[in-house]
């Protein structure tokens, strides 16, 4: 690769986000990403600012090969030498050595399902680092209707409800993963308060009581709960 690709730029609450594409993506990029918008529109400026300082890539394959899903990485060590799976030249992050990185598969991008899922999952991963997504002594049972197979991280299953809460918040919890005795309304309600349990709640509570207090035209926020 000569030269490197000037970033996409995306803004919403006052941030803006700067996407760097190392592979051809279907359809026009730009476009595409403008799909992200009215869900990056529902984050709290906090957490835009806290993904906006990191490196945010859309890349064929990850450092390790695998070519699906996206990746967060706090050190761009994982990436150096890695140019023929990643696309990205080792120049790229002399000028990013301290930049967490937010990584979305180009397969990933391509998906419109997929895309957001993908990206505010690998963000939340990256806002974890300023303002944990889960309450302090969580485990990952406390997300029962939460669907995630790789592990039992805690960081996981918070990153998961972070992202369907932004992306669907009416369906945060899945159908044949909600416990027995529960509505999927209740679960997803439960797992709401659970996010707004955590200190990067905070900052969607702010978000509604700010939404709710202005009269006039500003609508409230959607993000009470959402029915
Ligand atoms: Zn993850």
Not at 10 to 18: E, K, T
Not at 147 to 153: D, I, V
Request: proline share 8%; charged share 20%; hydrophobic share 35%.
């Amino acid at each position: 690769m000569s030269a490197l690709p000037s970033p996409l730029s995306l803004s919403a609450n006052g941030v803006s986000l700067g996407v760097h594409f190392f592979c051809t993506v279907r359809g026009n990029p730009g476009t595409q990403l403008h799909t992200l918008q009215p869900y990056l529109a529902r984050m709290p400026a906090p957490h835009l600012v806290s993904v906006a300082r990191a490196t945010i890539v859309v890349v064929e394959k990850l450092p390790g090969g695998r070519p699906t899903g996206g990746g967060f990485f706090t050190s761009f060590l994982d990436w150096m030498g890695r140019e023929r799976k990643t696309g990205i030249p080792d120049s790229f992050f002399a000028f990013r050595p301290r930049c967490h990185i937010i990584a979305i598969t180009r397969r990933a991008f391509d998906d419109a399902d997929t895309r957001p899922f993908t990206f505010f999952h690998e963000s939340a991963h990256c806002i974890h680092r300023s303002y944990p997504i889960y309450p302090h002594g969580a485990t990952f049972r406390d997300y029962a209707g939460i669907r995630y197979t790789r592990s039992n991280a805690v960081e996981e299953y918070a990153a998961e409800t972070y992202s369907r809460y932004i992306v669907n918040p009416r369906r945060i919890a899945r159908v044949g993963e909600v416990p027995i005795g529960q509505s999927m309304q209740e679960c997803t309600r439960r797992l709401i308060e659970q996010l707004m349990a955590s200190p990067a709640g905070r900052h969607f509570r702010q978000m509604n009581q700010r939404g709710s207090d202005a009269d006039g035209d500003i609508s409230p926020m959607p993000y009470e709960y959402p029915w």
